[in-house]
């Protein structure tokens, strides 16, 4: 089904575009995402409007979403074709057509795609990430510094190509995060759990 890596990247793209936090905040009536909070269509500022059912719903969709177009792409043509559904799909969710361009930050997907390709290291993922929240409350640090550590896990497992692929999405999502940073650095980073 994919003969080539272009067309396992524009499956996963398409699928990584679609929008969980939009369309289920909206079929659940609450105000618009991108007038609250950080203007996120993820599952923290999902939080943010006091819907936890919800915010557990866009994390688990924008998750799943980027699993299933790796495994997808890797069962039916393999590795390469799978390391090019992971880019597609957390270019979808980062900059969705559907959007104008302006999606998530890329969490969630970061995750999924990650468990798509090597399950071990979305575990670590997970844990660091789950650590540095228990401790600080902030969930963009937690995302940070979790992805920082995952290209060298993944050279550390065997797997360069991999670590390679992963350096660059941590490096558009740390893009991404940029407001973020400003303001950890400024100490005005809202906490999870905190409303907008």
């Not at 929008?19 to 993820?42: E, V």
């Amino acid at each position: 089904m994919f003969p080539n890596g272009l067309i396992a990247f524009a499956f996963g793209y398409l699928l990584g575009s679609i929008p969980f936090g939009m369309i289920l905040t909206r079929i659940a009536g609450t105000q618009d995402l991108r007038s609250i909070g950080s203007g996120n269509i993820g599952a923290t500022n999902v939080l943010r409007t006091g819907r936890r059912g919800l915010a557990a719903a866009t994390l688990l969709g924008d998750m799943l979403k980027g699993t299933a177009a790796v495994v997808i792409a890797l069962l039916l043509s393999g590795p390469g074709a799978a390391m090019a559904a992971t880019l597609g799909a957390f270019l979808g969710h980062l900059f969705p057509v559907w959007l104008k361009f302006r999606g998530g930050k890329g969490v969630a997907t970061y995750i999924g795609v990650l468990l798509g390709l090597f399950w071990p290291a979305a575990l670590a993922f997970c844990a660091i990430w789950l650590l540095v929240a228990f401790t600080t409350r902030y969930s963009s640090l937690s995302a940070l510094l979790a992805s920082l550590t995952t290209p060298l896990l993944l050279w550390g497992f065997g797997h360069p190509q991999f670590a390679l692929l992963f350096a660059v999405l941590t490096v558009l999502l740390w893009f991404k995060h940029r407001e973020n940073i400003r303001r950890l650095f400024a100490g005005s980073e809202g906490r999870i759990g905190a409303k907008a």
